[in-house]
């Protein structure tokens, strides 16, 4: 299946969803005064069934796409949302961008989100899209539709709405103002099951959304009420609490307590980590044969490449991890830990 006819059969179904209501909002929002904030990619298996099974991701040019990745700054833009000065960034773990245009509430001249990022709320994908397709689907105003971040298969992220922005994703525009919502890559029947690769983004990117929001702890309940009403600090929710879906699947919703653990724990580990002060930039030269580079300062963190002994780079960040110091490279090559180097005066 080429490209442009999987977009023209998704935008064909997203049209049907509409009609039918998919979108609507939760019960008790007047339709005429809520944005449409349902979920392109939440339809039946049976729905999307053929779509996901018949493309071909090799069809689709994605070095075509990566060049037309939209530029995005991860500077942060301070709002005033009641009275109340609210900073807000993007993940710098994001490996495409493709903005979508449905967001926030145009009807009403709302241009940004109108509360604090408190909360998180994982979908399912019913399908394994890349970020880039993924991306296409958000970037049609037909679909009314979007999310914040999606993660494909192969654990890229990919963002389609800024964190300032709210996202039409959980078919509530109150969570939707609240939360940052993301997208995962999955089976397209019941359980939805998330490969490894997917879940553990999935980690890293909520963790990143946490500290960067001042969300200390992430707490779910397998209680509806307790979670929509957000009771004894539970700040996770899913779109099944807003809608008659079965999103995020039965395979995620299952796991929210062990996402839940596994972004505290390193939340915790962050808590730790102090900034060193020193005078940067300042050159090192690679002592050990060979030394990782991740993405972030922690053995947490994917390797994003290898440096060899005897190789000299700039270091313009550190970051005390723990008792370990690492070291960021410059033009955000990645961290490495400065025990395998030595300073190059």
Known sequence: MTKSLFLRLMSALLCVCLLAGTFAGCSGNKAKTDTPSGEALDVRADEYAGLVDGYDPEEDNLDAERSASDEVSLAGTVLTLNGEKVSFSNSSLVEHTRLSPNKNDPEHNITHRTHKIDTITIHCM???LSVYTCGNVFADKDAKASSNYGIDK??????????????W????????????????????SEPYKVNDAAYKSLIRLVADICQRNNIERLTWSTDKATRIQHKDGVNMTVHRDFANKSCPGDYLYSRMGDIAKKV??????????????????YMIKIKAKMTDVRKGAGTEYDIVTTV??????????????????????????????????????
Request: aromatic share 6%; proline share 1%.
């Open 126 to 128: 019913a399908g394994q």
């Open 154 to 167: 192969d654990g890229r992220i990919g963002m389609y709405v800024e964190e300032k922005d709210r996202s």
């Open 169 to 188: 994703c959980s078919s509530n525009s109150a969570n939707d103002n609240r939360a940052v919502t993301i997208e995962v890559a999955s089976d397209s």
């Open 264 to 281: 505290n724990a390193i939340l915790k580990q962050k808590a730790s980590t102090t900034t060193v002060k020193s005078e940067f930039p």
């Open 308 to 345: 060899k002994k005897g190789e000299v780079y700039t270091i313009v960040e550190e970051q005390k991890v723990n008792s370990e110091t690492w070291g960021k490279l410059k033009n955000d090559v990645g961290w490495i830990n400065l025990k395998d180097t030595e300073r190059v005066d």
